[in-house]
């Protein structure tokens, strides 16, 4: 799936993608132990979005007042459920938001230039096609639906409901496997089986 030229010096560029619950970034944490850079696209969002980011005025004239919480931050949940029920709502959330991604994601990559290889975390990598033309190799973190939720409603204490919904508006695991060069089955297995899996990726990744 390799589209980006690469040069003597570049670092091999790695889009990490998998579905909510999957454990992305659980394998992200593992690779940045071997010495990746990592370029977290959920943590940019989340700094465009906070209190005094940069996407909060369009934010604003986008969706009005009622998008920002009190604290002058997007309200995530009211924007979830919003764009939920409304497909046209999500795209004009894009069209603000993933400019700003895209140019945040090249500087922090440009700053970890000396990593000989870099990790792109993007939960919405398939979803975002320009993505397969930004990286050398895709790894997606894979696991059954099932698991998916239940990791989630653990984790974060939402309903069985809310976990399908957000299931429902990202790529089918079909749709991930189509695009992975690489894949870690993340399901049933424990964290130091996981961390065996991407030992073994680390050391492929070495040989190229």
């Given at each position: 799936?390799?589209?980006?030229?690469?040069?003597?010096?570049?670092?091999?560029?790695?889009?990490?993608?998998?579905?909510?619950?999957?454990?992305?970034?659980?394998?992200?944490?593992?690779?940045?132990?071997?010495?990746?850079?990592?370029?977290?696209?959920?943590?940019?969002?989340?700094?465009?979005?906070?209190?005094?980011?940069?996407?909060?005025?369009?934010?604003?004239?986008?969706?009005?007042?009622?998008?920002?919480?009190?604290r002058g931050a997007l309200d995530r949940r009211q924007m979830r459920d919003l764009i939920f029920d409304d497909p046209?709502?999500?795209?004009?959330?894009?069209?603000?938001l993933h400019p700003m991604i895209l140019a945040d994601t090249e500087s922090e990559a440009a700053s970890l230039a000396?990593?000989?290889?870099?990790?792109?975390?993007?939960?919405?990598?398939?979803?975002?096609?320009?993505?397969?033309?930004?990286?050398?190799?895709?790894?997606?973190?894979?696991?059954?639906?099932?698991?998916?939720?239940?990791?989630?409603?653990?984790?974060?204490?939402?309903?069985?409901?809310?976990?399908?919904?957000?299931?429902?508006?990202?790529?089918?695991?079909?749709?991930?496997?189509?695009?992975?060069?690489?894949?870690?089955?993340?399901d049933g297995i424990s964290i130091d089986v996981l961390s065996e899996h991407v030992d073994r990726l680390w050391n492929?990744?070495?040989?190229?």
């Amino acid at each position: 799936m390799a589209a980006v030229p690469r040069g003597v010096a570049e670092p091999l560029r790695i889009g990490l993608t998998g579905g909510i619950g999957s454990g992305k970034s659980t394998v992200a944490a593992l690779l940045a132990s071997h010495g990746a850079g990592i370029v977290d696209t959920d943590a940019i969002s989340r700094r465009l979005t906070a209190a005094g980011g940069r996407a909060i005025p369009a934010l604003r004239e986008a969706f009005g007042d009622s998008a920002i919480d009190a604290r002058g931050a997007l309200d995530r949940r009211q924007m979830r459920d919003l764009i939920f029920d409304d497909p046209a709502a999500r795209h004009r959330l894009e069209a603000i938001l993933h400019p700003m991604i895209l140019a945040d994601t090249e500087s922090e990559a440009a700053s970890l230039a000396d990593s000989a290889v870099l990790v792109f975390d993007v939960p919405l990598l398939v979803e975002s096609p320009q993505w397969l033309h930004r990286v050398h190799r895709v790894l997606v973190i894979d696991c059954s639906e099932a698991t998916q939720i239940a990791r989630v409603m653990q984790r974060s204490g939402w309903s069985q409901a809310s976990v399908k919904a957000v299931i429902a508006t990202q790529a089918t695991r079909e749709q991930r496997r189509a695009v992975a060069d690489d894949m870690i089955v993340n399901d049933g297995i424990s964290i130091d089986v996981l961390s065996e899996h991407v030992d073994r990726l680390w050391n492929s990744w070495k040989s190229l």
